[in-house]
């Protein structure tokens, strides 16, 4: 597969375990003029890993608004562009948003290398309702924010996924308690991927009790069921 010349390709790299990396993304990062990354140093280690020679780009929330126009001249010139965050989806819960908008805005080719997502990964494998489900992201750090947050949508009819850092995780799970009920059911998916990946799935107390009893160190996504659900 040869890449397109003025294209920003929009490509997902692994959580955790390197061999998720689809083959076409390690042809576009190969091939690619440049690599937008989020964390040059973490995203040149991957892409040593794969022997890629391309040169890295930063590109993050810090100089995101600044950069994403750069970056869009650079394609708009002739180069093919690749784009990668420091694990999952670009653009979710991550930076890529502006320069996508950018690139749609002037008519430019943006094409997406689909590939491991952490709010999918959990999803799949968590055995909550995957009809349709919100993705909300991550919730405000404030405990009241979170509270009111899980107040408002005590009732909703479908499943709710968002992402929680290891220092509020066993914080949450108390809230979802109290806000929620003992009985919502609930997951917590830990570490998707990695050596130590951990589903707790069941009633929001028991998965409480469970998460205070083992390791909160890495990276949690949480699943909130629908009212009448049980599993
Ligand atoms: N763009 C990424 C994606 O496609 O999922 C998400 C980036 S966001 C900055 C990082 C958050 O995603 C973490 O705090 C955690 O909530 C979730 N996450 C990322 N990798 C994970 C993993 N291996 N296991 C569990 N959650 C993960």
């Known amino acids: 597969?040869?890449?397109q010349k003025q294209t920003?390709?929009?490509v997902a790299t692994p959580l955790g375990n390197l061999e998720d990396l689809s083959q076409r993304a390690t042809q576009v990062l190969h091939q690619a003029d440049f690599v937008a990354c989020e964390d040059t140093r973490s995203s040149r280690k991957l892409l040593d890993k794969i022997g890629s020679q391309a040169p890295t780009i930063p590109y993050h929330e810090h100089n995101e608004k600044q950069t994403a126009a750069h970056l869009a001249d650079k394609i708009e010139a002739g180069a093919s562009a690749a784009m990668i965050s420091d694990a999952g989806t670009p653009n979710i819960s991550d930076p890529g948003f502006r320069l996508v908008r950018e690139c749609?805005?002037?008519?430019?080719?943006?094409?997406?290398?689909?590939?491991?997502?952490?709010l999918v990964t959990a999803l799949c494998a968590s055995g909550l309702p995957t009809n349709a489900f919100f993705y909300a992201g991550f919730l405000p750090p404030k405990s009241a924010?979170?509270?009111?947050?899980l107040e408002a949508h005590k009732d909703f009819t479908h499943s709710i996924v968002l992402y929680e850092s290891c220092h509020r995780i066993v914080a949450f799970a108390e809230e979802m308690c109290e806000v929620l009920g003992n009985e919502r059911t609930v997951c917590i998916a830990r570490e998707l991927t990695k050596l130590h990946e951990t589903f707790l799935t069941g009633s929001a107390a028991e998965v409480c009790v469970r998460l205070k009893a083992g390791s909160q160190k890495g990276e949690f996504v949480v699943i909130i069921a629908p009212n009448d659900y049980t599993l």
Request: proline share 12%; hydrophobic share 40%.
């Open 104 to 118: 749609r805005r002037r008519g430019i080719n943006v094409v997406p290398v689909p590939g491991p997502c952490a």
């Open 1 to 3: 597969m040869e890449i």
């Open 8 to 10: 920003l390709y929009v």
């Open 145 to 149: 924010a979170r509270k009111k947050f």
